[in-house]
Structure formats: structure tokens, C-alpha cells
């Protein structure tokens, strides 16, 4: 207890020194913490761009007019075509081991579609195949989420396993739950049963305005495994993507899907889907590295400060811990008044910067993300339109969402996670070599050595 | 000051590293100013000398519906229609500086046309109860009419090629002094000065009339001529025009936004047979009942084209039936180049700041303690604390000074060369972007488009005047001399803490 009075003491007697020493561990906590929070975001960039098929090949169509709309990419460029056509191309390669795909179509089923009175139609749902729901960029996204029950998987499509997944408006307007058995149309005019296996709602806030079909309406899809959709009426599909046994047949299959002018005669070519993501990676990698580098380099200079300060600190200090020494005080004693001393320097540095960095981490986080997002290639840059106006918004709300929560708690607790072991290794290694030495040797050294 | 000129050189450990220290960091900030000055400069006059063209269309909202015979056909949802309200939206935003627009096709039949010589010979006839014979041939069931409000339009609005159009206007026209014919149907008039549409549409294609004219169309005539409305409208030719093999664009005559409209109404009064004979619909509106294809805008604020995006969809051109897209991928590509290089000067800068700041003050503490002896021996010669402390901060001053008027003329006389040097780079940074496409770019087969692209792009940004040079506001000289006078403060504070000391408790 003495011990810790005397390091409380010596802090506020000096207190100069002891404002010089916080004042530098929270310029190196704060800068820790923002490379940390740097290094997190890009992480949540790249994540967005995560995808569990990187060694499958997607199917691009190019529908830019290069007559009057040189280099506008269409929005609908990853449409990949009608979906029985694009079915064809398995008949034809057996060495095609997998696919997945977003394939869509009308349809009807034993549930109450919502139908709103703007709607022109008699209420429609669109049947949704996919392999994995997070493969969807709006599950990806978080812009629709599971409230209750699991999403479709990989099994679901392999095993051709008859469950949905329906929105949360749908189910609670049907009266329907996880468990419950609905029937769906198939295009030989058969119902089908399908269990529900999840709800999914739906966060983003969307216009209505000008929406006249009811199965447009995102209360109305209904989400299944890809394998339904051998069955049912399909009208189009995204993000085909195929996996094959000799990556080296691709080219065989993209003559072909040419040839036959399976995406309505506009060029289509098949890409690495890790290609594709590596592409979008490739701006937020550079600056991933960059900021891994300067936490280390933070890392070496918070060691360096340390390392100089205690030393100096304590060479300044000899005589007085000779005279403690000699005054029958154990080492001991010293060493938790000058870890108690470090403690406070360090919280003093310490504290102000995590509330700053609470205060303002989460708008330089997002302004962070944003601009992250914003600085794409220079190929992969694209001219305004109304549409990517709109997936701004979007994106924003997204980025407001990954941030949120204990994003900045998490990195402070990251960045603190590696200073405070360096920070107390310092501290030990320097003063290691003062405590060792006798009373008598520390009273009689000369200053300066 | 003698003594404390010769301290400075008998201590060079202590102070080379001050003076290094000093040196490098006010060359990197006078240098990362100057950078990113420069690029402030240069993106001010690319926001001012660049000016966005927007383009306002219709999207397809294509289906495919079912139809009796068990076939499919393809149908597009999107009902809306680019007319006069939605001009009214984009003329109500004051950042959309001019207007111009294509209108849609409307066709009507070809023996509406005649000239007005003709008219005059069917009025005689008419007026004799004789018959009336024309010997024109024109070839066409339907003339199709295209509207305009700028030459350079022209291509688009008849769907061609800009290099497979040949425009040949009549002497001292333009295109707003009255429409372009299709050369084919202007010499097929007989190369007219001006044309009518005319009232005296018969049944069956053709302009030969060799039978008398029937009675109905006689009573009609007489009719005709009491109506406060003009029976006839006289169109004035400006000129006609060649498209190559395009045989769709040869029956279109391409006129003004006035005579789109007028003609329009015209057609309307003659083309049914009910009309001409019973009623006349007042205020005929071809913005209403036709559309616009196309409207293209420009606007001087190229950096907010998102945000007058978002409120032209808010105001109800919404997403989901329009598309606005603006050209900036030019001034996006110069822009970000721009924003990187200043970003990345910026970080340095703060970088520079930051660990100047911080080096210099531990360095000086670290060799104010260091001659902690000094000041003792001093105090014991009996000189003040004052002195003493005054005298460090002469010295200390004295080197942080002298670094930095070294670091300003190394930065004034390697300074241009310097910026020249990264201006040279992030030029070729620039141009290494066309040469080195991803493989997701390369294997697209139009893949030259996106390289035309982008070597447009790098063009542009080569034009622009981003010649950074060195080039720092006296403010920032006086901000680092404060600097260097608040750090001799501390010097001075530093050693006369020590030298108020006891040197009995010096080691306290």
C-alpha cells in the first residue's frame, strides 16, 4: 500500500514529466487505435466482397452499346440471361461439377401475396432459386435479414430439399410460421409443398412509387433452393456461376454460350469469381498495408518512448532509490511505486484518448469507409447516374450498420491488446537493469552515465 | 553569445539532431503544402472550366407476358412519358444551366404532304369540281417526324452513326428556320421551298389523283375555309440530309421543337377521317402525347451532379422509370488522381507535424537533462537562472532557426524540381492505368472501349493544368517561426526548472 501512495506521489510531484510522458502515450493510443481502425475498415470493405465461390466461374454479359453509349456499363450487367437457356450449358459439359446461380420467376402459392392498392395485377410472388442466401448481395449487405429459422445453404440446393424462406409481412399477414407446410406453383400447374424454414425481413427503406406488379414488391419474393427451379417457371437469372473439373474447359464453354447466343446474343464471357473480388480488393489492399505498417511502427515507437523515458527516468532517479535502498525499502517497494507512476502517466495518456476516440471513431470510421468505397480504379470507375445515386444511399446505410455497434470498442480493445504487453514488457526491461544494481553503487555513479 | 555560439559547435550531438530534425520536417511540410496547394488550385479550376452533360431518359422495364396463343412477347411496363412537366422539374433546378432535347418520332401519312403549288392547283380543282392530277411519286406510305433543338443532335435523333450523316442546308438556313427533309422526299417534292400539310387526304397511298375529287371532300373543303384554324400548314424547308443505307431514317424529316409541335397538331386535325369531319381537338400537345426520347442538360457544377441527381428524384423523376446519367467520368478520373495526390501530401503533412512536434520536444528535453552538469557548474560560478536559462534558449533558438531558414531555401531552391518530379510520377501513375487493365477488363471483348475510355480520360487529366510548384503562403513562415519561438520558450522553461533546483536535490 505504501508502495502504491509513493508511486501516486511521485506522479503528481512531477508533475511536468509525468504530463510530457501521457501526453505522448496518447498521441501513440490515438494514432494506434486509428491505424487499427484503418486496418478493421478495409477488413469490412473486403469483406463485403467475399465471396464463398472463388474458384468458380461467373457468367458476365456485356450490354454496353458501343454506338451511343460508349463506356457506360449497363446496370444490368451481371444479368446473365434467360435461365433455361443458361440451363443448357450443363447438358452439354459434363465436366461441369457445380453451379449456382440467382435464377427468378412469377409465381403462385397457397399463401395471400401483399397486394397493395396501386398494384395493377391480381398479386404475384417471385420465386427466388438460390444456393446460399448470403451468396445474395442484399443478404450480404445486411439489407435483408433472418429473424427467425436458418437461411437456404449449399445442402438445401444439393439435396433438393423443398423449403422457403418468406418475409416476415407474408408470414405474419398469412398467419404462417417456421415449421408450416405452403404449396407453390410449378410451372405443369402442380403444387408443390415446401416447408418454411426461415422469415427474412427486410431493413431498407424502399420508394413504392411508380412500382405497379405486385410480385416487384420485396414482400413478395419468396426465397428457394436453386434445384426448384428444374420445376418451376423461371423468366431470367443473375450471377450464374459454374465450377468445372479442368478450369482449362472454360473457354470451350464460353465458345459455346456464344455460339448459341445464350445471353441474347451480347457478348458473354466467363471470369474467376476471385478474379472478380480481387479486382474490387485491389484499391483497399494497398491501404491495408500501408496501415498495418504504421501500427507497427506505432508499435516501435510507443517501445522506443517507453524504453527512453523509464530509462531516463529512472538514471535521474538513482540517487533517490539508493537512498531508499539503503533506508531498508525492498526492491520491490520501488518497482510498484514507479509501475504505479507508469500506471498513472498511462492512464492519464490513456483515458482522454479512448474518449476521444469514442467520441469521434465512429464518423471517422464511416467517412473512412466511404471514401474507401468512393476510391475505386480507375476502370472500375463509372459516371453518375440516378441509379448509383440511389445505391449510395443504400451503401450508406449499409457502412452506418457495419460500424455501429462495438466496431470502435473492438479496435480500441485491439490497438490496447498489443500496447499494454509492450507497453509493460518495456517497463520491466528497462527498470531490470537499475533494480539489480547494489544502494551503494547507485548513491556513488556518476550523473550522466 | 560568443560562448553560446561555441556551445553549439562543442555539442554537436545535441544539436545536429535538433538541427536535422528541424530541417527535414519544415522541407516536408513546405513541400507537402506546396503539393497540396497545388492540387486545391487545380481542382478549383477543373470545377470551374468543366461543365457535365446529363442525359434524362426512360428505362425499359421489360416483361415477358403470356399471350393467347401460348407465346411469349416482351412488353415494357414502364408507362411514363418525358413530357412538358417533367421539362418544368428540371427547368425549377437552378444548378441545370441549359436544356436540350430530342423528341420521339411521330409518323403520319405521306399524302398529307404536298407542295404548295400543288395546294394551290387542288384548290382550283376543287373550286371547278374538276379533277385533280399529281404526278409526284414519293414511294412512302409514312413520313415519320423527328424533333430536335441542336444541330449536333441530329445523329441521335435519327439513330445513326454522327460519321454516316450528310447534312446539306438550303442557302442561309438552319435547322431553326423550318425542317430537314430526307434528300429522297426532297427531290421527291420536287426540291421545295416549303411544304404543306395539307387537308385533302383521299383513301388508298399515293399522291395520283386521276378520278374528280369526291363530294364529301369538296363540302369538307368549303367547310374548311370558315374555320378559324388554318386548313393548311406551311412547313419551310431549311435543307435535307443523307444517312447512308439507312432506309428507317430516309422516310424521317427532322424538325425544330416548334415545327414538331405544329406539325404534329396538323396531323392530328387531318390524319382521321372523323376529325376533319366532325370536331377539331384544340391545343393539340405533342409533349404530352408523344414525348421526348431524350433530354440532355449540362451543368457548371460538376461536383454536385450527385446531389442535383438526388433532388431532381426526389422532386419525382424516380429510379425505378428514370435514368439519369451524367458524362463525368472524365472529370471523376482527373478528380481522383487530383484527391489522391492531395490526400497523400495531406497525410505527410500531418505525419510531418505531428512527429516534428513530438521528436523535437523529447530531443530537447532529452538535451536540456543531458547538460544538467552545465547548468550546476554555471549556477555555481554564480550566474542567475535567468542567464542560464536564457542562454539555452539562445543557443536552442539559434539552431532551430537556423534549420529552419536551411529548411526553407533547400525547399525554395529544390523545391519546383521536387514537385516536378512527383508531377511527373502521378502523371505516368495515371498513364499506367490504361496500360495495365485488370484480367477482368482484358477479357472483355470490348475491352478497346473501356481503354478509349480511359486514354480519354488520362488525356483530359494530362490537359489539365496540374503543374505543381512550389508555392507557400507567408502565413505558414510566420506560423513556423512562432513554432521555433514557442520551442525556445520550452528550451528556456526546461532549464531553468533544472537550474531553480537545489543542486543538493537535483537528482529529486
Not at chain 1, 277 to 283: A, C, D
Not at chain 2, 434 to 459: C, F, G, K, W
Request: net charge negative.
Amino acid at each position: 500500500m505504501n508502495a502504491v501512495k509513493y508511486g501516486w506521489k511521485s506522479f503528481s510531484r512531477r508533475g511536468k514529466s509525468s504530463f510530457l510522458f501521457a501526453a505522448l502515450i496518447f498521441q501513440v493510443v490515438a494514432a494506434l487505435t486509428l491505424s487499427v481502425i484503418v486496418v478493421e475498415v478495409c477488413g469490412i470493405y473486403k469483406a463485403r466482397n467475399e465471396n464463398p465461390y472463388g474458384d468458380y466461374y461467373r457468367l458476365l454479359v456485356d450490354r454496353r452499346n458501343p454506338v451511343f453509349n460508349a463506356g457506360h456499363q449497363a446496370m444490368d450487367k451481371m444479368y446473365a440471361g434467360w435461365w433455361p437457356r443458361l440451363q443448357k450449358i450443363h447438358q452439354y459439359f459434363l465436366d461441369i461439377t457445380d453451379y449456382t446461380a440467382e435464377a427468378y420467376g412469377q409465381a403462385e402459392t397457397s399463401l395471400q401475396p401483399y397486394l397493395p392498392s396501386w398494384c395493377d395485377d391480381q398479386g404475384y410472388f417471385l420465386l427466388y432459386g438460390v444456393t446460399d442466401c448470403m451468396e445474395v448481395s442484399a443478404f450480404a449487405k445486411g439489407e435483408l435479414t433472418l429473424t427467425e429459422g436458418r437461411l437456404l445453404t449449399e445442402r438445401d440446393r444439393r439435396e433438393d430439399t423443398r423449403v422457403c424462406l418468406l418475409s416476415k409481412d407474408i408470414a405474419s399477414a398469412n398467419r404462417v410460421s417456421i415449421g408450416d407446410v405452403i404449396e407453390i406453383e410449378m410451372k405443369d400447374e402442380t403444387m408443390e409443398e415446401y416447408t418454411v424454414v426461415g422469415i427474412y425481413e427486410d431493413h431498407v427503406r424502399r420508394s413504392n412509387l411508380n412500382v405497379t406488379l405486385s410480385y416487384d414488391l420485396p414482400e413478395n419474393r419468396i426465397f428457394v433452393p436453386l434445384s426448384t427451379f428444374d420445376r418451376a417457371y423461371s423468366s431470367g437469372c443473375y450471377n450464374y456461376q459454374i465450377k468445372l473439373s479442368d478450369d482449362a474447359l472454360i473457354g470451350e464453354v464460353e465458345a459455346l454460350v456464344n455460339k448459341y447466343g445464350m445471353c441474347e446474343g451480347y457478348p458473354a464471357y466467363f471470369i474467376k469469381v476471385s478474379d472478380l473480388y480481387e479486382t474490387n480488393n485491389r484499391g483497399v489492399r494497398s491501404l491495408e498495408k500501408a496501415f498495418t505498417i504504421v501500427r507497427w511502427v506505432f508499435m516501435a515507437v510507443a517501445t522506443l518512448l517507453i524504453v527512453v523515458y523509464v530509462r531516463s527516468a529512472a538514471v535521474s532517479r538513482r540517487k533517490e532509490y539508493g537512498v531508499l535502498l539503503a533506508t531498508g525499502h525492498s526492491k520491490g517497494f520501488l518497482a510498484v511505486g514507479f509501475f504505479v507512476e507508469l500506471f498513472c502517466c498511462i492512464a492519464a495518456g490513456g483515458l482522454p484518448s479512448v474518449g476521444l476516440l469514442m467520441l469521434l471513431g465512429k464518423p471517422a470510421a464511416t467517412a473512412l469507409l466511404t471514401a474507401t468505397a468512393g476510391n475505386v480504379s480507375a476502370e472500375a470507375l463509372a459516371v453518375t447516374t440516378s441509379d448509383t445515386v440511389g445505391g449510395m444511399l443504400l451503401e450508406a446505410e449499409a457502412f452506418d450498420t457495419a460500424i455501429g455497434g462495438g466496431f470502435i470498442g473492438a479496435c480500441m480493445g485491439n490497438a490496447l491488446g498489443i500496447f499494454l504487453p509492450v507497453a509493460v514488457l518495456s517497463v520491466i526491461v528497462s527498470l531490470w537493469s537499475i533494480l539489480r544494481a547494489k544502494p551503494m553503487q547507485l548513491l556513488s555513479r556518476q550523473e550522466g552515465i | 553569445m560568443k560562448a553560446s555560439l561555441k556551445n553549439i559547435i562543442r555539442l554537436p550531438n545535441v544539436f545536429v539532431t535538433v538541427f536535422l530534425v528541424v530541417f527535414l520536417c519544415t522541407v516536408l511540410i513546405l513541400l507537402c503544402i506546396s503539393v497540396y496547394r497545388s492540387c486545391l488550385s487545380a481542382e478549383e479550376t477543373l470545377n470551374q472550366t468543366t461543365v457535365v452533360t446529363m442525359e434524362l431518359t426512360l428505362k425499359e422495364r421489360l416483361t415477358r407476358v403470356e399471350t393467347e396463343d401460348g407465346g411469349y412477347e416482351i412488353v415494357d411496363l414502364n408507362h411514363k412519358l418525358l413530357d412538358g412537366q417533367v421539362l418544368e422539374l428540371l427547368r425549377a433546378e437552378s444548378r441545370i444551366s441549359e436544356l436540350h432535347y430530342i423528341c420521339n418520332t411521330f409518323f403520319f401519312p405521306a399524302d398529307l404532304l404536298c407542295t404548295e403549288a400543288e395546294y394551290a392547283d387542288l384548290q382550283a380543282a376543287a373550286a371547278e369540281g374538276g379533277s385533280f392530277s399529281r404526278d409526284t411519286q414519293l414511294g412512302l406510305y409514312e413520313v415519320g417526324v423527328a424533333g430536335c433543338t441542336r444541330e449536333d443532335l441530329l445523329p441521335e435523333t435519327l439513330g445513326v452513326p454522327k460519321e454516316d450523316l450528310t447534312v446539306t442546308y438550303l442557302a442561309g438556313n438552319g435547322l431553326e428556320d423550318g425542317v430537314l427533309l430526307p434528300k429522297k422526299l426532297y427531290h421527291g417534292l420536287g426540291r421545295p421551298e416549303a411544304f404543306l400539310i395539307g387537308w385533302y387526304k383521299a383513301e388508298g397511298y399515293g399522291f395520283r389523283f386521276d378520278a374528280p375529287l369526291p363530294d364529301y371532300l369538296l363540302a369538307h373543303f368549303e367547310e374548311l375555309k370558315g374555320k378559324p384554324a388554318p386548313p393548311a400548314l406551311s412547313v419551310p424547308v431549311c435543307g435535307y440530309y443523307t444517312c447512308g443505307e439507312d432506309d428507317q431514317a430516309a422516310t424521317v424529316m427532322v424538325a425544330n421543337e416548334k415545327y414538331w409541335q405544329s406539325i404534329y397538331g396538323a396531323q392530328d386535325y387531318y390524319t382521321l377521317q372523323e376529325n376533319r369531319q366532325t370536331f377539331v381537338r384544340p391545343d393539340v400537345d405533342a409533349f404530352g402525347e408523344v414525348g421526348l426520347a431524350k433530354i440532355r442538360m449540362t451543368t457548371a457544377y460538376p461536383g454536385e451532379v450527385a446531389s442535383i441527381i438526388g433532388g431532381l428524384m426526389d422532386a419525382g423523376l424516380g429510379g425505378d422509370d428514370y435514368l439519369i446519367t451524367a458524362s463525368d467520368y472524365e472529370y471523376k478520373f482527373v478528380l481522383a488522381q487530383m484527391e489522391s495526390m492531395g490526400n497523400f501530401s495531406l497525410v505527410i503533412l500531418c505525419a510531418a507535424v505531428l512527429f516534428g512536434l513530438l521528436l523535437l520536444a523529447v530531443f530537447l528535453a532529452y538535451a536540456v537533462r543531458k547538460r544538467q552538469r552545465e547548468i550546476y557548474i554555471l549556477r555555481a560560478l554564480g550566474y542567475g537562472e535567468h542567464g542560464i536559462a536564457l542562454s539555452f534558449a539562445f543557443e536552442f533558438g539559434t539552431v532551430i532557426l537556423g534549420a529552419l531558414v536551411c529548411g526553407v531555401a533547400a525547399a525554395y531552391l529544390f523545391g519546383n524540381g521536387i514537385c516536378g518530379m512527383i508531377s511527373q510520377r502521378a502523371m505516368e501513375n495515371a498513364r499506367s492505368a490504361v496500360e495495365n487493365l485488370s484480367p477482368v477488363a482484358q477479357s472483355m471483348a470490348n475491352s478497346e472501349t473501356l481503354r478509349d475510355q480511359l486514354e480519354s480520360a488520362v488525356d483530359r487529366y494530362l490537359e489539365t493544368d496540374l503543374s505543381l510548384a512550389y508555392g507557400v503562403p507567408f502565413p505558414i513562415y510566420g506560423i513556423l517561426l512562432g513554432t521555433a519561438a514557442v520551442f525556445s520558450i520550452y528550451a528556456y522553461g526546461l532549464t531553468r526548472g533544472i537550474a531553480k533546483r537545489n543542486m543538493m536535490q537535483k537528482e529529486g
